[in-house]
């Protein structure tokens, strides 16, 4: 991370993603190329057919990621992003699906009328010549310019087992990777880079968040029996922005720089959200390091 900050770096070894994935059966997406030697280690790369996301950054593959990360999930594979820029128009909705049960169950003295599908949401990046892909918000992205109604532009996360089934429930988005890919929302006042309110065996690592001239680089992070590792946020109003539905989140050799308001904030009704951070670094913020005082959630 330059300046002589030395994180602590989580590094995990994958053999093949293939073997710990829960493929469907080994089949493949419809219209891939099944020769692919990616493909045979459990990495669909979005740049391929049927997909064709650009890395060039002059075409919008917003549209191309968005069916690549749904059927990576589907079919138990991993979403990989060679080097380049991939310009993004719109959120990524990356979603733990649910499906509607026959019988409905009682959890948690609650009625949950539905449950989680177990398919992971893994999002990897090429780390070739020690460089990462980027995820670009496009200039002309509509809805994340107003700082009042924040939007996401890379969304993780589980749907309910209750009610009508559509909410998120951070306690039950497990087993989701977002690794080695830098995130670019400069010069949108009301965007947020990255929104993963993960749990069990959840992680956030290895990335660059380029938030200049933007709301915030994290909204919540892994907790819970997972974890947010080796992450630079840079500018934004703030760095890392916390609510209740963050589920203890655990932070560990990250850096915060050049924010406005404040490098974290929590913003939940007098209740502070319980947070460890090992090894982190605030530096340069114009604003407050950790902002404690309330106001409404977004």
């Not at 700082?147 to 996401?152: E, M, T």
């Not at 993963?196 to 994290?218: K, M, N, P, R």
């Not at 919540?220 to 997972?226: E, F, I, M, T, V």
């Amino acid at each position: 991370m330059g300046n002589g900050f030395c994180p602590l770096v989580v590094v995990f070894l994958f053999v093949s993603f293939a073997g710990i994935l829960p493929a469907q059966e080994g089949r493949f997406p419809p219209g891939v190329d099944i020769r692919d030697k990616l493909l045979a280690m459990g990495l669909l790369d979005v740049t391929k057919e049927p997909y064709s996301a650009d890395p060039s950054g002059k075409r919008d593959s917003t549209k191309a990621i968005q069916a690549a990360v749904d059927d990576a999930r589907d079919h138990g594979l991993v979403s990989f992003f060679p080097l380049g820029t991939y310009l993004i128009s719109e959120t990524l909705s990356c979603e733990q699906d649910n499906y509607k049960l026959d019988n409905p169950r009682l959890v948690d003295g609650r009625t949950a009328n539905y449950w989680h599908k177990n398919h992971r949401v893994i999002m990897l990046g090429s780390t070739k010549d020690g460089k990462r892909p980027l995820l670009k918000l496009s200039k002309s992205a509509r809805g994340f310019d107003d700082p009042s109604n924040p939007k996401i532009m890379v969304w993780i996360w589980a749907r309910t087992w209750f009610g009508d089934g559509n909410g998120e429930q951070p306690n039950i988005s497990f087993g989701h990777f977002f690794m080695g890919i830098d995130i670019d929302v400069r010069g949108h006042p009301g965007a947020i880079g990255l929104k993963h309110s993960g749990s069990q065996g959840c992680t956030l690592q290895d990335s660059t968040i380029y938030s200049e001239g933007a709301f915030a680089g994290l909204y919540n992070c892994p907790g819970q029996a997972a974890g947010t590792y080796n992450v630079e946020v840079i500018g934004g109003d703030y760095g890392f922005y916390a609510d209740s539905r963050s589920r203890f989140p655990i932070l560990v050799g990250c850096r915060f720089r050049d924010q406005v308001k404040a490098a974290i904030r929590y913003a939940e009704g007098g209740t502070q959200v319980p947070t460890l951070l090992l090894a982190c670094l605030i530096e340069n913020s114009s604003g407050k390091a950790i902002d404690f005082t309330t106001e409404p959630e977004y």
